[in-house]
T-cell receptor, first 118, second 111 residues
């Protein structure tokens, strides 16, 4: 399957600082990437849809000024958690869409980034 | 009512058992169905992708879709300890690309 990478895999920061997480599609171009948040033993919660060259589309209840998304190229999307607070501590996962063998869109996930805000 | 319902488990089975994981859904617009496996502290890994009613087999895994009953299943034959993980069902509408996930079922295969 297609490979999606994330960097960093783990980050610890102080409250009030900003953290940037990178999501890259390694062997394909992705016009659309997604950002999810996952709490322990819970399912994935879609935060936003990131489209190359345009503004991200945020899900209801997700603060766009808090979670800045930039999709600068067909292989890179970044999520910046601004002025992070302990309640932002979570597992952040990105995914990217590519065309499957059957002509359908298949979504592949990155390994996730564990953010801990002290 | 959630759009996708999945029993969270945990489900514990002995090695070699046949495992049945299930999801039900309410939105008849869902056309594509996926099963992901997620190990602890890792991203989900796509296991199976189906888009028509019936069965699809890949090695020890069989995905089953019954659109008339709005019910999908994943069967794992000859389960191994390495199958211990959380299994997430996901689905998407035709023409859409946003996945709707079930809550995930935690599976433990014991020696």
């Amino acid at each position: 399957g297609a490979v999606v990478s994330q960097h960093p895999s783990r980050v610890i920061c102080k409250s009030g600082t900003s953290v940037k997480i990178e999501c890259r599609s390694l062997d394909f171009q992705a016009t659309t990437m997604f950002w999810y948040r996952q709490f322990p033993k819970k399912s994935l919660m879609l935060m936003a849809t990131s489209n190359e060259g345009s503004k991200a589309t945020y899900e209801q209840g997700v603060e766009k000024d808090k979670f800045l998304i930039n999709h600068a190229s067909l292989t890179l999307s970044t999520l910046t958690v601004t002025s992070a607070h302990p309640e932002d501590s979570s597992f952040y996962i990105c995914s990217a869409i590519t065309m499957g063998l059957a002509g359908n869109n298949e979504q592949f996930f990155g390994p996730g980034t564990r953010l801990t805000v002290l | 009512q959630k759009e996708v319902e999945q029993d969270p488990g945990p489900l514990s089975v002995p090695e070699g058992a046949i495992v049945s994981l299930n999801c039900t859904y309410s939105n008849s617009a869902f056309q594509y169905f996926m099963w992901y496996r997620q190990y602890s502290r890792k991203g989900p890994e796509l296991l199976m992708y189906t888009y028509s009613s019936g069965n699809k087999e890949d090695g020890r895994f069989t995905a089953q879709v019954d659109k008339s009953s709005k019910y999908i299943s994943l069967f794992i034959r000859d389960s191994q300890p390495s199958d211990s993980a959380t299994y997430l069902c996901a689905m998407v509408t035709g023409g859409g690309n946003k996945l709707t996930f079930g809550t995930g079922t935690q599976l433990k295969v014991e020696l």
